[in-house]
């Protein structure tokens, strides 16, 4: 009897681990040749803040991300893990106020569904496809040079982000044995994966797995949690702070990752040109063309000619926005994983993923989970 085909493509968990090593405390290799640093966010309460503290924070904020080198990709992770154990004193010298808060705790748990909520920010800088090692326009001592260049890359753009946002963030990095913690995590969704140490700083990927992670028709197994992806179908029509403020609200194990790279400006005006290009066929549409053959002077006066050139003036508009820094664009995407222990739980929370956000949501991207582990080659 044939291997079936799953069975002959099959590989082991550690191969999604992007990581390879740590090359310091806080800094990792990546398999892809890049490397990356963990940063955790205190975040911002914005209740009661005014209008002006807020475009205040945003401002910023934005400020510090055009800092990012050409390469960069920033992650943002929001942990949500349900269940929360309230502080408590061992004891009360009065029976009435033991009785009183135990009360009040019995109440909170069955009622309040507290949870755990955590910021993270993964940042990372990897070679382009033609600048990786093995490829014929790079030999070992250039992806040594390359290599050394990333690493100071890496450390200056962290420690000018924690400069700049760690008053207002509470942004910190975070050394390897809590970044082993997260990504352990990520990979086996249980909570003692959180209490994870490193061993050594080689092979961090054979250290970080300990679940089977299985693909099934309408979800994934990861160990023994049940689990699904979302990921963001069209852009966002608008950008406002907490923009997916309403997706924390479920009453599920959720983790979120927002993904930036910001765009050099060749590969805009690259993208700009093939658009242009684009939009240039309906100057001389055949349809077109065929209905004015005989009055050629008409061609440049239909819809599509008008929408080309109305087209090509907004292109031109970002063009200049590019050269006058006022913008910076780049490639942002959003994954969602919904998981639990319980496939009857997990059923009940996906129908209040999708339109809880600015965007549509679209269920069952299993081949590009949302997060950092995406970007290992299968």
């Given at each position: ?5 799953w ?6 968990t ?79 010298g ?14 909170l748990?069955?009622?309040a ?13 990897e ?29 200056k ?5 924690t ?21 352990s ?5 249980e ?13 961090v ?19 023994k ?25 479920l ?50 006066k ?8 109305k ?66 080659p299968?």
């Amino acid at each position: 009897m044939p291997t079936p085909k799953w069975f002959r493509q099959a590989k082991p968990t550690r191969s999604i681990v992007p990581l390879s090593r740590f090359v310091s405390d806080s800094i990792f290799a990546l398999k892809t040749g890049g490397y990356g640093c963990l940063f955790s966010l205190a975040g911002i309460d914005d209740e009661g803040l005014t209008d002006l503290a807020i475009n205040d924070a945003i401002a910023r904020i934005h400020g510090s991300l055009q800092s990012l080198p050409d390469g960069a990709h920033l992650y943002q992770y929001v942990r949500i893990r349900k269940g929360y154990e309230i502080p408590a004193k061992g004891g009360y010298g009065n029976p009435t106020v033991a009785a009183l808060v135990s009360d009040r705790r019995s109440f909170l748990n069955e009622n309040a569904h507290l949870r755990h909520i955590e910021l993270f920010w993964c940042l990372t800088i990897e070679p382009s496809a033609n600048h990786s090692f093995g490829k014929k326009k790079l030999t070992p001592e250039q992806y040594g040079r390359q290599s050394a260049r990333f690493i100071a890359q890496i450390q200056k753009t962290a420690e000018i982000l924690t400069s700049q946002l760690s008053d207002l963030l509470g942004l910190t990095m975070l050394p390897k044995h809590q970044t082993a913690a997260f990504f352990s995590y990520l990979l086996n969704l249980e909570d003692w994966s959180l209490d994870r140490r490193l061993t050594s700083n080689e092979n961090v990927d054979c250290q970080l797995v300990n679940s089977s992670v299985s693909w099934h028709q309408d979800h994934l197994r990861i160990g023994k949690h049940y689990a699904q992806m979302f990921s963001l179908l069209n852009n966002p029509a608008g950008s406002r702070p907490h923009l997916f403020a309403a997706l924390q609200d479920l009453d599920a194990n959720l983790i979120l990752c927002a993904s930036w790279a910001p765009a050099p400006r060749a590969t805009v005006e690259k993208r700009i040109a093939q658009i242009e290009g684009f939009l240039g066929i309906f100057k001389n549409k055949f349809l077109a063309l065929a209905a004015n053959i005989k009055n050629p002077e008409n061609l440049e006066k239909t819809i599509g000619s008008r929408a080309a050139e109305k087209g090509a003036d907004k292109l031109a508009d970002i063009l200049h926005s590019v050269d006058n820094q006022g913008h910076q664009f780049g490639f942002y995407s959003l994954f969602v994983l919904v998981h639990s222990r319980s496939q009857s739980d997990l059923s009940d929370a996906i129908p209040s993923v999708p339109g809880r956000g600015a965007g549509p949501l679209h269920r069952g991207d299993h081949r590009q989970p949302g997060c950092l582990l995406r970007h290992v080659p299968r």
